[in-house]
């Protein structure tokens, strides 16, 4: 059972980059999908982005898509989410999550494990 743990999270003005890090335990991070979620206050736990455990093809959510992108290194265990040109909206706890699928979707009960999180937020 992989554990995971984020990093990177922080306080940045609207317009800056922050890039996350997501360091899972074990040495089978390279069997997993990798996705990113976040919650704001008040708000459902939304879909950011994915990063398959194949061929590493991508997925994002439409809020964010041209201004994230998603990494990973999987000799080092870590997964990596960019973040440009952040906007007040994107204030949130970032979650990083794992799935044993090729290709999750954007639904959070694909991804059985979790990280504790780490909180962004973004001032105007």
């Known amino acids: 059972q992989v554990q995971l743990a984020e990093s990177g999270g922080g306080l940045v003005q609207a317009g800056d980059s922050l890039r996350l890090s997501c360091t899972a335990s074990g040495r089978t991070f390279s069997s997993y999908s990798m996705g990113w979620f976040r919650q704001a206050p008040g708000k459902e736990r939304e879909f950011v982005g994915r990063?398959?455990?194949?061929?590493?093809?991508?997925d994002f959510a439409a809020s964010v898509k041209g201004r994230f992108t998603i990494s990973r290194d999987n000799p080092k265990n870590t997964v990596y989410l960019q973040m440009n040109s952040l906007k007040p909206e994107d204030t949130a706890v970032y979650y990083c999550?794992?799935?044993?699928?090729?290709?999750?979707?954007?639904?959070?009960?694909?991804?059985?494990?979790w990280g504790q999180g780490t909180q962004v937020t973004v001032s105007s």
């Open positions: 990063i398959s455990r194949g061929d590493g093809s991508l």
């Open positions: 999550a794992a799935s044993a699928y090729l290709r999750p979707g954007q639904d959070k009960r694909e991804y059985p494990y």
